[in-house]
């Protein structure tokens, strides 16, 4: 029992950074309804940011509390992958909005090769690890909880409550969800889309980075092959939630996290990925649309 | 984009200032995006921690590149490329010109012959050895390459299906030949028919449950069937050989008759007394795929001008339609998975005879995603564009592997090798930006009752599924 | 209200009887009967909302009706029960053909390629599957020839002859119509339906309509199930008119007899139920309408 609690804990947090990183996708799709590819990898960005800050300020102020130290990776990643994000929208996506339904989804996986190999030729192509930034670790009973975990699970919540506030309470999010419903349509009545747009790409690139940074602190090391897995995790979970659906990208996350880390428990880590997709295939087959996602209606 | 269109030929007034303030925008821009991953350095010292210094000088470089790139193109690319669409218009030209030059109506035909001749010229100009490289590494590569991509036409241009996993039945086939060959010693030329239908089997089993999913869902579904497929030849090792994959892999033969074993008593070279190289293997190789590549751009031809051709790309172009018509469109599209995995089963088992070696490490999504990019970048359907495509990424990318003399302008530490999927990727958004429907956005209509006139791509639909 | 046909006379080509479908908690068809003869043309009017395209969608199984049984009867005296067949086979097996309300044309294929799309089935056969077509045997050469004759009758027919070789996205709105029209007649269906033939149509365009509907009827004896909303259309061409309102019917007959039906005018003018009440009591009353 305090096994399978332990491997819960383990699930939700892994689940929480799925669940950010989908939001970027499930965001990006619903506004523009395309598979920004290259999400995975804003996320590696995200990470080595945070990595390169930590570095630096380890190196400058020897005794920073680590608190403070997070909060800045925080900041600084979220800065540099929005902007990274917003030109990568500017440049290589907006171009081709409107256009044929696969180009900006091969330009998303050519912007997605571009950005893992650059940072594999800046940054250099092997594993970069960091000493561990928070190593308490609290026991009740026989179930261990690092304070890394509670951390990334109180981040993710946080971070949760104010988006769904923007989405569902404040102009900007009225306009994003007028841009998703009909995107003319709101141009007519005054809402500017490019903006909303790109504010949408800067939204999903910061949630994007936190999940880079929590990532960097739970597992302690990058690397510029670390957008792919990840990022396609995210994907499916934003897919098995319903695209397009906020909560069901959160939903998604956690359920990606669990499957992976209840089957690596008692099954075989080997086929943990295989468990995700086959769960991802299945569910997809029986309700098409996702867990969450509203039903595609077959207008005839 | 917009704001830049002034219909005078002169240069506008401000220009200058506006291409100042964008010039500097974007080196602002880069500043900050490339001050970490760039200005950065991080390296382990000695002690294996991890350390960083600063790359100021390079940082420059790249702000300057950008700074400087932003306002050449506002200040003058920018207005040259309105001037001239501007005089086109004026002058009344249409964007397709009519009459085709001798090269263009003889494409084909050239191109077979320059293909045939390639590697008997490649020999008589570099010697038997120095030709391998060209014919193994831009002749073959290249040629698998076109041979997938015409395969998964069938699949994403023709009946509109999005897949992200085609190259599933690329590992379908090639492990096919491996395994077979290997337990049961079958030949290549037993085997290659063989590979061809198991993967068509594989695609009809992958394609029934995903029948039903349209669009994206389909497209993921697709990348997470060739992920579980990679994962499990990675993990089943008693079968597969896990990561390690299968080495030994027996070499295909002429007919049987001639072998290219080195031991073998039929050896190719002893039986007509040449000096012992592999290059004949590959060269026989190259003559091997091109046949393939042949067949394949046959029946998809051919196919096209079936009727389950016809509603594969009606089927694209509106699958409502298609069952107010009476098309069942279950089997239309098992009929477009199968015939597409089957040519991936094809150049599977060929990849398998000509590596000699099989390993989870070649079936890797960017595969996939690099054969739909040259689909996509050469025009979804046309079989010219995809293979020119083909030529342009592959054959590009191998060549960086061989500029050497980079060495000398970067210094001996410069390893072309490393920028090649970078520039890859470079090069799949600009061709996007320029050509959103690839090199060849048209489509030649199947049939006609007086004269042949292709379809320009703003009519033709993309799929929905 | 008429009472649902009981027996299936020979020039009967499509029975629909109690006819229901339900959307959630919208009833958008309610114990609807009607009746198709062969050789005619059956309008279905109504006002918007009336249920008209889900009928359609009904009988060309691209919904599943709640209840209610669709027969359908072939000229050799074959019956279909096309609620229980799936979209495809009511058109390959059946032989009912439709069109859409808003066109759905295959845009980037030329006008040829759509008419010889529509004959798919009969082609398949003819090349063995793909198979013997593709090694250059059996009889699909020929039958290929004879689609393409049948493309040739058709597009001179909907006069699009001209413009064969287009793509059919390239069309103006009339020709799209009628290359849908053609289209549908292609697969060689024994009924016809029509979904708004006529919308967005100019009047020269309308009045072509409508000599190709009658040409179809007269010359291959094809029955027709149209809906339309312009009324000089349906006055003029159908035989037969039957009028929906709140998935109901609310009256079946000839087009004079409709024309003057004091419910059919309440719900075209949108009058109160009280006044249409008022109406039929002054006609029993002998009041002239």
Known sequence: ?300 | MSNANSPATDVAPGLMAKALREGLFAGVLAFGMFLLYVGVETYQNIDNALVWRMRWGLLAVFVAIAAVGRFLVVAFLRPSLDRRKLNKAKAGLLDVSEDKGFFHKHFLKIAMIVLVLYPPVIVSLYGVQGSLKFVDNFGIQILIYVMLAWGLNVVVGLAGLLDLGYVAFYAVGAYSYALLSDHFGLSFWVLLPMAGILAAFWGIILGFPVLRLRGDYLAIVTLAFGEIIRLVLMNWAEVTGGTAGISGVAKASIFGIWSFDVGASNNFAKAFALPMSSAYYKIFLFYVILALCLITAYVTIRLRRMPIGRAWEALREDEIACRSLGINTVTTKLTAFAIGAMFGGFAGSFFAARQGFVSPESFVFLESAVILAIVVLGGMGSLTGIAVAAVVMIGGTELLREMEFLKHVFGPDFTPELYRMLLFGLAMVVVMLFKPRGFVGSREPTAFLKERKSVSGSFTKEGHG | MTSAIETMTPDTILKVEHLSMRFGGLMAINDLSLEVRRGEITALIGPNGAGKTTVFNCITGFYKPTMGMITMRQKGGKEFLLERLSDFEITKHAKVARTFQNIRLFSGLTVLENLLVAQHNKLMKASGYTVMGLIGLGSYKREAAAAIELARHWLEKADLIDRADDPAGDLPYGAQRRLEIARAMCTGPELLCLDEPAAGLNPRESLALNTLLNSIRDETGTSILLIEHDMSVVMEISDHVVVLEYGQKISDGTPDHVKNDPKVIAAYLGVEDDEVEEVIAEELDGGTP
């Open chain 1, 1 to 300: 029992m305090e096994y399978f609690i332990q491997q819960l804990l383990n699930g939700l947090t892994l689940g929480s950074i799925y669940g950010l990183v989908a939001i970027g996708y499930t965001m990006v799709y619903g506004i523009i309804g395309m598979i920004n590819f290259a999400h995975g990898d804003i996320f590696m960005l995200g990470g080595f940011a945070a990595l390169i800050v930590f570095l630096i300020l380890t190196s400058f102020f020897a005794g920073i509390p680590v608190a403070l130290a997070l909060l800045v990776m925080l900041v600084v990643a979220m800065l540099v992958t929005s902007l990274w994000n917003w030109t990568i929208e500017r440049v290589a996506y907006r171009p081709l909005r409107g256009s044929f339904r696969l180009a900006p989804l091969i330009t998303a996986i050519g912007m997605s090769i571009v950005l893992s190999n650059f940072i594999q030729v800046t940054q250099g192509p092997r594993n970069k690890p960091v000493p561990p930034l928070v190593n308490d670790v609290f026991h009740f009973g026989s179930i261990t909880v690092s304070l890394k975990q509670i951390l990334i699970v109180i981040v993710t919540s946080v971070l949760l409550a104010a988006f769904w506030y923007i989405v569902n309470k404040t102009p900007l999010g009225r306009a994003q969800r007028a841009t998703e419903q009909d995107r003319k349509m709101a141009a007519l009545l005054g809402v500017d889309v490019d903006r909303t747009i790109s504010i949408t790409f800067v939204m999903g690139a910061a949630l994007a980075a936190v999940a880079g940074t929590m990532y960097l602190m739970y597992y302690g090391v990058a690397s510029f092959n670390d957008g792919f897995i990840p990022g396609v995790k995210a994907f499916t979970a934003a897919v098995l939630g319903g695209i397009g659906s906020l909560p069901g990208a959160v939903l998604g996350g956690l359920l990606i996290g669990l499957i992976e880390s209840l089957w690596s428990a008692y099954f075989s880590i080997a086929y943990k990925d295989v468990a995700t997709f086959a769960i991802l295939a299945f569910v997809l087959i029986f309700k098409p649309t996702g867990i969450l996602g509203r039903p595609e209606v077959e207008k005839v």
